[in-house]
């Protein structure tokens, strides 16, 4: 009798274990509402290759989004910096500064032959380092914000263009805050922090060409006029002078001819 009372009692503590641990399963695998709301939230803090994947699905998801100087949202368009900066926080929640001159400092320096998909690349596009960025997806392709007039598109590195404008690449480390290295002593602006001074620049440039021309308009001005007032003093000089000679002829007395001295 014995026996038979062992084993259910045995089959009822073995069920009772897989009943309570069958809901701990399920807890771990549910995904939450934020989760279901951003499926990459859940990848947020992880460093391996799911992260930088959804990294460059975030980032390949905006191919075609035009790009606009200023611009931080896919809606209303994306410059190279406000691309690469919403595509970090929104895969990685990793908030990188706002300009390319600034995201140059963030992170570590990457040699070429490192690189890596999600590394940051950056151009010379503007006649100054790291005016120019872009995120490395491999194969010497990455994908960036051109310009304006153009979409975000994927782009080939080893071309001619790209190879004579590469200024170098950074790595973020994710997970952890982002650390920016000391500004040089000449620091490089990137194409929205130096559209600015730029502006400036141009508004001094055309300042000084109009106080230039309206210079020049004011000499000739005067010139005109004192070549006015001396050819009006020359013309009355020259008229008081004949009006003098005529009143001398009139008052001068006629001279006897010899005739006229022999008769009288």
């Known amino acids: ?20 641990a069958a809901p701990e399963a399920q807890v771990k695998g549910f995904a939450t509402s ?4 951003d499926p990459i939230a859940r990848f947020a803090s992880a ?4 992260a930088v994947g959804d990294l460059l699905l975030q980032a390949m998801s905006l191919i075609g989004v035009a790009y606009r100087f ?29 300009t390319a001159a600034e995201m140059a400092r963030a992170g570590r320096a990457v040699e070429r032959d490192e690189l890596a998909a999600g590394d940051l690349v950056f151009f010379n596009t503007r ?8 995120i ?6 990455f994908i960036h914000a051109p310009r304006s007039g153009k979409n975000i598109e994927v782009s080939n590195m080893t071309g001619s263009y790209w190879v004579s404008r590469y200024n170098g690449a950074r790595r973020v480390q994710r997970g952890q805050p982002v650390q920016l290295e ?20 141009s508004k001094s440039k055309a300042n000084s060409r109009n106080k230039v021309v309206a210079g020049k308009k004011s000499t000739a001005q005067k010139s005109s006029v004192k070549s006015r007032t001396s050819t009006r003093a020359s013309a009355k000089s020259s008229k008081a002078s004949s009006t ?19 008769s009288s």
């Open 1 to 20: 009798m014995k026996l038979p009372l062992f084993l259910p009692a045995l089959f009822f503590a073995f069920f009772m274990t897989f009943a309570y």
């Open 34 to 37: 934020e989760e279901q709301s």
């Open 47 to 50: 460093p391996g290759e799911e």
């Open 70 to 98: 200023g611009g931080n949202s896919p809606a209303s368009g994306l410059d190279c910096s406000g691309f690469i900066k919403y595509v970090f926080e929104k895969s990685l929640k990793v908030n990188l500064p706002r």
């Open 127 to 134: 006649g100054f380092r790291n005016s120019h960025a872009g």
């Open 136 to 141: 490395y997806l491999g194969g010497n392709k």
């Open 182 to 201: 000391a500004a040089a002593e000449h620091p490089v602006r990137s194409r929205e922090a130096a559209a600015p001074v730029a502006r400036a620049t």
């Open 244 to 262: 003098k000679k005529q009143a001398s002829a009139k008052k001068a007395p006629a001279k006897k001819t010899s005739s006229q001295k022999k």
